[in-house]
């Protein structure tokens, strides 16, 4: 299993960038795909998923309205649209896949096996 993130960089605030995350040994329309993100010190927080292969997106609140998650089911990827963003959105991102999560711990990422490398988002003020 191996996943692999990418489209991370440097960005004024207000700007935009676009992850994605390719898959091999797992299919993203089948499983619980998720992006976490975490900043220097702190903890990995929740950023967005889709459950298992349902079309419902979950957000976290301080993205909900500025990021969009989507799946490309033909590539095999899931991304993170990331609109209007914001110096505190400066993290480390990271996405997750696992079959097993169960909605109730969706946004918690020990429930998550799977993972990517992580790649670095940096919105100056």
């Known amino acids: 299993v191996q996943l692999q993130a990418s489209g991370g960089g440097f960005v004024q605030a207000g700007g935009s960038l676009r992850l994605s995350c390719a898959a091999s040994g797992w299919i993203f329309s089948r499983n619980t795909a998720a992006w976490f993100r975490q900043a220097p010190g702190k903890e990995r927080e929740f950023v967005a998923a889709?459950?298992?292969?349902?079309?419902?997106?979950y957000y976290a609140d301080s993205v909900k309205g500025r990021f969009t998650i989507s799946r490309d089911n033909a590539k095999n990827t899931v991304n993170l649209q990331m609109n209007s963003l914001k110096p505190e959105d400066t993290a480390v991102y990271y996405c997750?896949?696992?079959?097993?999560?169960?909605?109730?711990?969706?946004?918690?990422?020990?429930?998550?096996?799977?993972w990517g490398q992580g790649t670095e988002v940096t919105v100056s003020s």
């Open positions: 889709f459950f298992r292969s349902g079309y419902n997106a």
């Open positions: 997750a896949v696992d079959s097993s999560v169960i909605l109730s711990s969706l946004r918690n990422y020990v429930a998550y096996d799977y």
